[in-house]
């Protein structure tokens, strides 16, 4: 089992930028992949970005170019790193984490981004 809890989501400007990490605790040794999702008012939770433990990475077409996900697999921290963000990325995001031999998946929270001037 892990734990996942967000930070790093505020208030910022469009063309501003923010970045996101999620601090995973418990068996972090077992986790496969770790991603951000993000959900915004009357809309469903949409993936934003994935990365593996070999460290593939994948972004949805509206943030690839402005956003990248890192991860520093020793301390079980994944990164997001949100530029040139836009109105459109107004959004509660979510840490989300898949383990080795589970079929589950593991969420944070959620942390508040908003874009707005």
């Known amino acids: 089992q892990v734990q996942l809890v967000e930070s790093g989501g505020g208030l910022v400007q469009p063309g501003g930028s923010l970045r996101l990490s999620c601090a995973a605790s418990?068996?972090?040794?077992?986790?496969?992949?770790m991603g951000w999702y993000r959900q915004a008012p009357g809309i469903q939770r949409e993936l934003v970005a994935t990365?593996?433990?070999?460290?593939?990475?994948y972004y949805a077409h509206s943030v690839k170019g402005r956003f990248t996900i890192s991860r520093d697999t020793g301390k079980g921290t994944v990164y997001l790193q949100m530029s040139s963000l836009k109105p459109e990325d107004t959004a509660v995001y979510y840490c989300?984490?898949?383990?080795?031999?589970?079929?589950?998946?593991?969420w944070g929270q959620g942390t508040q981004v908003t874009v707005s001037s």
């Open positions: 989300n984490a898949v383990m080795v031999g589970e079929r589950k998946d593991y």
């Open positions: 418990g068996n972090i040794l077992s986790i496969y992949i």
């Open positions: 990365i593996t433990r070999g460290s593939s990475t």
